[in-house]
Structure formats: C-alpha cells, structure tokens
C-alpha cells in the first residue's frame, strides 16, 4: 500500500501525497477507499432528495463533501498506529498496553 524511504517518508501508492507520520498515511489510504458501500451508503428520503449515509452511525446528508468530512471524525478516533503489526489503536494508553504484547 505504501512504501518507505531512507528518510523515514511515508508515500501513498495513489498520489503523491507522503508524510512522516504512518498515522497520517493511514487516514489518508482511507480517503482512496472512500466507496459506496464500505464507507456509506446512498439512499433517497422522502421528498426524492438523494442522501449520503454514514455506515458507521446513522448521520446522513445530501452533501458527498460534508460525509466525508465526517467520516475523517470515525477515522480520527484511532490515531495510534502499531509500529509492529500495523494495527490502528484508539488511545495512547492502549497502544502502550498493545505493543507489550509484542515483547513477550
Ligand atoms: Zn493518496
Ligand atoms: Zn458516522
Ligand atoms: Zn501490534
């Protein structure tokens, strides 16, 4: 998905997007697998007005720009990313007890 060079970079495989923080790369992979049925759906309401649905809680707007800004916020909970096993962690505190489980 991504490679790294001598200078600790981060590049995404699908633009020209780099960054040294693997954190960030892996929100940003994301934005690459922003599809119809994975990150959300598309339903119509009542008045025939298309609407744009998260997959992960029931927000829903008929903006595509406003949900995927929102589902940046579902993405954003886990920054702590496992430098082992690449797992993404929701805090500091689990990232600490998880990489312990590493060393045994
Ligand atoms: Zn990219
Ligand atoms: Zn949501
Ligand atoms: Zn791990």
Do not use: W
Not at 12 to 27: A, E, K, L, M, N
Not at 45 to 50: A, H, L
């Amino acid at each position: 998905m991504y490679s790294e060079n001598g200078c600790k970079t981060f590049c995404c495989s699908r633009c020209t997007y780099s960054t040294p923080d693997t954190g960030h790369i892996q929100v940003h992979l994301a934005v690459h697998d922003f599809k119809e049925g994975t990150m959300f759906s598309v339903k119509h309401n009542d008045f025939g007005i298309k609407l744009f649905c998260c997959l992960k809680c029931t927000y829903a707007t008929p903006h595509k720009g406003d949900l995927k800004v929102h589902i940046m916020t579902h993405i954003n909970i886990r920054p702590y990313v496992c430098s082992v096993c690449q797992n993404l962690l929701k805090s500091k505190d689990i990232s600490k007890k998880h990489s312990r489980l590493h060393l045994e």
